[in-house]
């Protein structure tokens, strides 16, 4: 009997209320924010579109600005020690596999960063999601909960739901933003757990679809000392909107561009002069900033992956 997949945890009715997106302007492409509002923002703001062009040149001149009074402001920033309490919680993050198989490639090493000087390269990130982790962790965590909140371990899985598209086809679903596909793994009789076989199993392909590591991390550039934000950066904002100057974070170092090109995005990787070597590139407390950082209403979105398979069964000499 075919057994149809449970949903991992069921997604409550979408609101009509909208979310709010929380947009750096003036960092190109124009048109790329432009369509973003054109796609998912509220019905009536694509029809502001001369406003939205005057905002976003207005945000310009103040980065230009800002290139003239904080040229050097993202270079080697200065950072506290790690506090020795905190030891036996590094050890625990670094023998975890989300630790162990997500940075494998360069040197790596857990320390204390500084927020506000992060330089970005997304230059959006949900404000709801933000308010949200805000509310959460309060506005003073002690140095226990920031590290867990930086670098979480025990951090279940969101809400998702499965849906069967045809007999191999599948549609996972969730609001979060940190929704991915895993990887294709095989599996052994004794790790199929509660799989009741109709028949001696010879071993199973798994599809896995999850979150990821979800660490705050950056990779430092070892020329300029500039920190890059690569992963984290809702908890980031809303850190620093607590107050939070300083947070630990998982940083990785790059010598070279082939290095660069193995852990970082790739907006990053095709122009890494703008982020490494601009006087003044975009930072985090930018989205803090009213005169470049605009919120913009949009519909409440989901991320879809859809997995789909093939069976081919045929004979072939031994």
């Known amino acids: 009997m075919k057994r149809e997949p449970a949903p991992v945890a069921a997604i409550a009715p979408l609101e009509q209320t909208p979310h709010y997106e929380a947009w750096l302007l003036g960092q190109a492409p124009l048109r790329k924010y432009l369509d ?13 579109r001369p406003d939205l062009v005057r905002e976003w ?26 506090d020795p309490a905190l030891v036996p919680l590094v050890e625990q993050v670094r023998s975890s596999p989300r630790y162990t198989r997500t940075f494998d490639s360069l040197p790596t090493r857990i320390q204390m960063v500084d927020l506000a000087h992060l330089v970005v390269c997304q230059n959006h990130v ?3 999601f933000v308010d949200a982790i805000c509310a959460r962790l309060g506005p003073d965590p002690d140095p226990a909960t920031l590290f867990r909140s930086c670098l979480p371990l025990d951090e279940g899985a969101g809400p998702v739901e499965i849906r069967a598209l045809g007999s191999k086809r599948y549609q996972f679903r969730s609001p979060s933003t940190d929704f991915r596909f895993h990887e294709p793994v095989m599996l052994r009789e004794d790790q199929l757990c509660g799989h009741e076989a109709f028949g001696a199993i010879a071993g199973a392909l798994g599809l896995v679809v999850g979150f ?13 000392g500039r920190l890059l934000l690569h992963n984290g950066y809702h908890r980031a904002c809303a850190l620093l909107a607590l107050g939070v100057r300083y947070a630990p974070c998982v940083v990785q170092t790059v010598g070279s561009r082939d290095e660069l090109d193995i852990v970082a995005k790739p907006v990053v990787a095709s122009d890494p002069g703008y982020f490494f070597n601009a006087p003044r590139p975009p930072l985090l407390k ?9 919120r913009v209403p949009i519909k409440r979105m989901m991320r879809v992956i859809e997995l789909s398979y093939e069976v081919r069964d045929y004979y072939m000499e031994a």
């Open 126 to 128: 949900t404000q709801t």
């Open 286 to 294: 930018d989205f803090l900033d009213p005169r470049i950082c605009k």
């Open 57 to 82: 040149t207005a945000a310009e001149l103040v980065y230009e600005e800002l290139a003239r009074t904080e040229a050097g402001s993202a270079d080697h920033p200065s950072c506290p020690p790690l």
């Open 212 to 224: 990821s590591c979800n660490f705050l991390n950056a990779v430092c550039d070892a020329d300029s």
């Open 36 to 48: 973003f509002v054109g796609d998912v923002g509220m019905p009536g703001l694509s029809g502001a």
